[in-house]
């Protein structure tokens, strides 16, 4: 079972073609949830558009105006449509594997009859609150790595050196 995070798109993007990574990356919120998705070691990770579908995150991709919540029902669910099959094409499994949206919930609708195992922690938060809350699990992550360097350092001193432990 793979685990799977997916990110949307944005309306900030550089304006010139870039991997998709970084067309995004003028966005605070693509940001805080690229950096909080990476946090969750997934399998892969895929960032949603609105005009390219799934897009991996290296596709490099031009600026575009686009977004789905623009789009009539019906557009919506044939974007749903072709996002599935991707997902299909990639070799990802509706059924089986773990799918963590740290998208809109537009970017969610449209294939959440689709797949099995969704996870949306970011649970329509408006804006503001979405980076809140990503800043604060940003913050633990952080903090975690830090005790475990220290507790690192400390096992490699006590190895190599215990002479000068007291």
Sequence with gaps: MSKVIFLSCTKSKLDKPSPAKDLYSASPMFQKTLEYGKSL????MFILSAKHHLVPMDKVLSPYDLTLKDMKSDEKEKWGETV???????GLNPEKDNFIFLTGSEYMKPLTKSLKNIENPLNN???GECLKWLNSKIEAKINELKINIKNLINETIRKYYPKTIK
């Design 84 to 90: 599935l099959s991707q997902i299909k094409k990639v």
């Design 125 to 127: 938060k408006k804006f």
């Design 41 to 44: 070691k997934p399998d892969k």
